[in-house]
């Protein structure tokens, strides 16, 4: 009881019933009809409060179907609600305007199935363009003052891949196969790569293995990654080859230049170990000068932090762009400046990616899912 008493709870709870009440009025004229509307509410109501207070660890293939229609509902009534809205704002224009009198009997009478048919297409179209897999997003940074040998320096970022639920195996073979044919001269994995315990999905991460020789190959942590056992993950990754870097630098050289690479962990990262915390100016601390400063931060909120200790750019994800409309909208109330693209943080350029997979409804609308390829450009 305590447990659904908390207050994110209770704003879910709040928030979901009052979408039900708006549906239900607009879309509903019998009790069966409202008690089936209310199946997929309580679906999306039973993962962040039945589902998120367990045992992460402790989960059957009975558990896994009930977070997929969950997530889908999610995806659905988001779009059943923006359909309504929209038959409603035209039903009120029609009602003001005579000439649109024939409109307005068509949306009165037939436009609750129109409704219902416009978001299940929606959602067939988002998960189609979800899960096809990310296209490579060519970004070139202009550098003032960049030096000749890193001119045109490749950097992969993979972000915000979620191996678990929905993304597995095949999916990161795709994508591992898609960033070696870039030939990058350093791979960023910047959070949120995994969702889920190694014993779980170990099988599905293990391809990312591939992309480790060489030594240029560096993680940090995300959020998710932090839920799913940040220690466990970190050693994962590090006996894997790639680099795990927690407000930490390493240095990688070209052609006798030296480009200095920094992360940080993930704000979330307190919930291991309650003395950590994203420190760019740590993660500096001790290295030399450098040719460019690269700074790997999941959360792209850390960049007035990254630009105050002096790094040249960092590579965020997170915010996956808002991953679906109508929450391409909502995102930018809780990230702008930096929430998707390229932006400057003062001195520092930011680049925050929509990310490589997709978390929770496997559904892209308004964004795609993007494997980045970023070029740096002297300037």
């Not at 992460?56 to 009930?66: C, Q, V």
């Not at 409109?103 to 409704?115: A, D, I, N, Y």
């Amino acid at each position: 009881m305590n447990r659904l008493l908390q207050p994110f709870i209770l704003a879910v709870t709040l928030v979901l019933g009052a979408a039900f009440a708006y549906l239900a009025w607009r879309l509903t004229y019998a009790p069966w009809q409202r008690l089936a509307l209310a199946v997929p509410f309580v679906l999306v109501w039973m993962v962040p409060a039945v589902y998120w207070a367990r045992d992460r660890d402790k989960r059957g293939p009975l558990d896994d179907w009930m977070h997929r229609a969950s997530y889908l509902s999610m995806a659905w009534l988001s779009f059943l609600f923006v359909f309504s809205l929209l038959r409603d704002g035209v039903l009120l224009l029609a009602a003001a305007w005579p000439a649109l009198s024939g409109v307005h009997e068509f949306l009165r009478g037939g436009g609750v199935p129109l409704v219902y048919a416009a978001s299940l297409l929606a959602l067939a179209i988002g998960a189609l363009a979800a899960l096809r897999g990310p296209h490579v997003r060519h970004v070139d940074i202009r550098v003032e003052g960049l030096v000749p040998a890193l001119d045109g320096f490749r950097i992969a970022q993979i972000s915000d891949l979620h191996v678990g639920l929905n993304i597995r195996r095949r999916y990161v073979e795709r994508v591992v196969e898609k960033t070696r044919e870039l030939a990058p001269d350093l791979v960023a994995l910047t959070g949120d790569i995994v969702d889920g315990p190694i014993a779980r999905i170990g099988h599905d991460v293990a391809p990312l293995e591939a992309l480790a020789p060489g030594g240029r190959a560096f993680f940090v942590l995300g959020n998710h990654d932090c839920y799913s056992g940040a220690g466990p993950w970190m050693a994962h990754f590090s006996a894997m080859g790639i680099r795990v870097l927690a407000n930490s630098h390493e240095v990688v050289s070209k052609g006798g230049a030296t480009l200095v690479v920094g992360g940080v962990v993930d704000p979330a990262a307190r919930l291991y170990d309650r003395s950590l915390a994203p420190r760019p100016d740590a993660a500096a601390a001790g290295s030399p000068p450098g040719d460019f400063r690269l700074l790997l931060a999941h959360n792209p909120k850390l960049a007035p932090l990254g630009a105050a200790a002096g790094w040249d750019l960092q590579l965020s994800g997170h915010t996956h762009a808002g991953q679906f409309f109508p929450w391409t909208l909502v995102i930018h109330l809780l990230h702008t400046p930096h929430v998707a693209g390229l932006s400057r943080e003062g001195k520092m350029w930011v680049y925050v990616s929509a990310g490589t997979g997709t978390w929770g409804p496997p559904v892209r609308m308004g964004t795609e899912p993007e494997l980045t390829l970023i070029r740096l450009v002297r300037g």
